[in-house]
């Protein structure tokens, strides 16, 4: 097997206009001094999500991202999976928020979905791809499982976090301070993998 490519540069693309993604990205990137640069602040086009696969959208995503910009990009593709649903949303995640992002009209549906359902299992799942101009790829996957709740709770984060209690907590992501949720988060877990295997020498 082949050894992953370190990152030796100093700014990434993070390839997201997701604001909420783009500042947690950033904020896990910060301690390794890394710089960062948003792809809606390079002006890049979002491409459509043609994976069947959060690993396959995140390298898509990254790919598009790094040869438009001639520079190393990450980008992220996550999404909750819901066990009473067969996984869904799954990587339509954000689909369910409709043309607005409106994730308020999204959790809705996920109630509503699972009216006659007892079971309220879940997981977040998080993929995290670094790619470069040349064409390469580093991907890297991190989860969380939990429980559901409703109504929402909570006014942090974004997307559905304020529907989704980790396992081990009493709160939803919704009401955890961000530097907390990001300590525990799907996200969090992909990236100490990629911190590990492509970061490990940059300070």
């Not at 994730?103 to 549906?109: C, E, G, T, V, Y």
């Not at 670094?130 to 997307?159: I, K, M, N, Y």
């Amino acid at each position: 097997m082949a050894e992953p490519r370190r990152f030796t540069g100093k700014t990434l693309v993070v390839a997201t206009h997701n604001p909420g993604k783009r500042r947690e990205i950033a904020g896990l990137l910060a301690p390794y001094g890394i710089d960062t640069v948003g792809a809606a602040e390079l002006n890049l086009a979002e491409p459509d999500e043609t994976g069947a696969s959060f690993a396959e959208n995140a390298a898509l995503k990254a790919l598009t991202a790094a040869k438009a910009a001639g520079l190393p990009a990450l980008a992220d593709d996550s999404g909750l999976a819901v066990n009473a649903l067969g996984g869904a949303p799954g990587i339509y995640s954000a689909r369910w928020a409709g043309p607005k992002k409106d994730f308020s009209l999204a959790m809705k549906r996920v109630e509503r979905e699972l009216a006659g359902f007892d079971e309220r299992r879940a997981k977040f799942v998080a993929a995290l791809a670094l790619a470069w101009p040349d064409g390469h790829v580093e991907g890297f996957l991190g989860e969380v499982e939990g429980t559901l709740v409703f109504p929402p709770r909570g006014s942090f984060g974004f997307g559905y976090d304020p529907i989704f209690v980790p396992d081990g907590e009493t709160r939803t992501f919704g009401e955890m301070d961000p530097a907390e949720k990001e300590r525990i988060s799907h996200r969090a877990r992909a990236f100490t993998r990629l911190a590990a295997a492509c970061f490990g020498g940059v300070r």
